[in-house]
């Protein structure tokens, strides 16, 4: 039990190195990787070989390290599983035409939320955000959803000062819930009367995502 106690530890401390690396912060020195993660240099440094040998990281020959060819297939693999219908992306696009701002679809990963899908608005200035950003749980208008609460559910000042949202659930065929679809954009046009336009029209536009269905499953 303790051999594979340290083994799944040493599987999660990879992952969790291998999260360390973002747009923003593609490549580090190992020295800053493993101050960085807090473990001991000689423990990143065997994470690092063993990521190499899988092609999920790369040395490259200044030393610096970076996401390995490997990743590759994954992305490519992960972008036609999640790819939604076109009937559901003609939902986003008509509700972000509808209000001028970022339409977002999230799901719940195990320790975060996770957009599978974006509309930006149309509006100057607007909510950013891509593809495969993550959330806290619980944080914003989505996460208030996917934590159970009814929607449609409003927040303000989450994930950042200034952003509000407007979220309602998404089920599946069996009437268990699967996404949250999201309206989000600056705090400042999110008045009251706004916030209930908008708390009807989301919950319309998740009604219909539900009955067309986008699976949101490999298979």
Known sequence: MAEDDGAVRSVLRAFDLLALFTERRRTWAVKDLTAASGLAKTTVLRLVATCEQRGLLWTRPDGRVTVGPGMLRWAQLANTAWQLPEPVRQVLREVAQEYGETVNLYVRSTEALVCVAQQEGSR??????????????????????LAGAEGPA???????????SVAAPVFDTDGRLLAALAVTGPTTRFTAEAVATLSGGVTEAARRISRIGFGGRPD
């Open 124 to 145: 100057t200035i607007r909510h950013v955000g891509r593809v495969g950003d993550e959330l806290p749980p619980g944080c914003g208008a989505a996460g208030r959803v």
């Open 154 to 164: 409003v927040s303000h000042g989450e994930p950042e000062p200034g952003a509000s």
